[in-house]
């Protein structure tokens, strides 16, 4: 518990590090901005749909919030740190429920800008704590909570609505791992899509970068 509390506090920290320049950067402004460009700031919320392996069983579905935030700075790469929280009120025919926790961070790709869209690849690493159950033979089943080295790669597309709100629709696979029915550590393959609603908080517009 102690080492899963200590790798949680790194995390926090290491998040923090770097929103606070995003905090930094959203106070308000009297004066016109200066023409030269910098580096770009958004958060997003958004709602995930998540398939989860279950070592040695099926898959179930889990859904959840996710929480990110980005900086750009240029109009080819990036930095985002990434929170997704999904879960599910039953694991295949047991009486217990599941949860995925996911803390993320790492650099982001933009190959291709048009108009007000935009696509990106991204590849993430963090941490990432599951709790579940898996059946075993015999009606029994296994239950805890595990806390692992997490990483994702993926891409996807965020479009520009209005004002500083864009639409950011991502896929990716997340790599994480619980126990099986006997009790062993297993990896699990897990794919999730997430549809967010995005506020720039400092920068250009998607469509304004050159």
């Given amino acids: 518990m102690k080492n899963a509390m200590r790798i949680?506090?790194?995390?926090?920290?290491?998040?923090?590090?770097?929103?606070?320049?995003?905090l930094a950067q959203s106070r308000l402004v009297t004066e016109p901005s200066p023409a030269a460009a910098g580096p770009a700031f958004d958060v997003g919320v958004g709602y995930t749909n998540l398939t989860m392996a279950v070592p040695a069983a099926r898959h179930v579905n889990l859904t959840g919030l996710d929480f990110s935030g980005r900086v750009d700075f240029n109009s080819r790469w990036g930095a985002m740190v990434d929170s997704n929280y999904v879960r599910t009120s039953n694991i295949l025919s047991t009486p217990k429920g599941g949860h995925i926790l996911s803390f993320l961070t790492g650099p982001v790709f933009y190959p291709v800008e048009h108009g007000n869209t935009r696509m990106f690849v991204d590849a993430l690493a963090g941490a990432g704590l599951v709790g579940g159950a898996t059946p075993g033979s015999n009606g029994e089943y296994y239950h805890g909570w595990l806390l692992r080295f997490?990483?994702?790669?993926?891409?996807?597309?965020?479009?520009?609505?209005?004002?500083?709100?864009?639409?950011?629709?991502?896929?990716?696979?997340?790599?994480?791992?619980?126990?099986?029915?006997?009790?062993?550590?297993?990896?699990?393959?897990?794919?999730?899509?997430?549809?967010?609603?995005?506020?720039?908080?400092?920068?250009?517009?998607?469509?304004?970068?050159?």
């Fill in 8 to 22: 949680i506090g790194k995390v926090y920290v290491f998040v923090f590090a770097l929103v606070a320049p995003v």
């Fill in 150 to 210: 997490a990483y994702a790669g993926g891409g996807g597309v965020e479009h520009f609505v209005s004002g500083p709100f864009s639409v950011r629709v991502s896929g990716d696979y997340l790599h994480t791992a619980f126990y099986d029915s006997v009790g062993a550590v297993r990896p699990q393959n897990n794919m999730r899509v997430t549809v967010s609603l995005v506020y720039r908080l400092a920068g250009r517009r998607p469509r304004e970068v050159r």
